[in-house]
C-alpha cells in the first residue's frame, strides 16, 4: 500500500483539483411545443423526441 512521505499543501492539492468543475448541461427548445429541455432527452411537457411523440401525455383539465 502507498504511504505518502510529506504531506501535500493546501496548495498543491487545489492545483491538481482545478479542472474537476460542474458544468451546466446543454439545453434546446423543443420542436413541437418550444420549451427547453435537456439535450437527447424526451420533452416532459408534450413527450415529443426528435419530432415524434414517444410518450402520451394527458391533458389537465
Known amino acids: 500500500m ?3 512521505k510529506h504531506r501535500v499543501s ?3 492539492r487545489d492545483k491538481r483539483r482545478t479542472h474537476y468543475k ?3 448541461p446543454t ?3 423543443c ?3 418550444g420549451t427547453t429541455v435537456k439535450y437527447h432527452t ?3 411537457e408534450c ?3 426528435r419530432g415524434k ?3 402520451e401525455k394527458e391533458i389537465a383539465v
Do not use: E
Open 53 to 55: 411523440q414517444v410518450i
Open 42 to 44: 424526451v420533452c416532459p
Open 10 to 12: 493546501k496548495t498543491r
Open 27 to 29: 439545453l434546446a427548445t
Open 22 to 24: 460542474a458544468v451546466a
Open 31 to 33: 420542436s413541437n411545443c
Open 47 to 49: 413527450g415529443y423526441y
Open 2 to 4: 502507498a504511504h505518502p
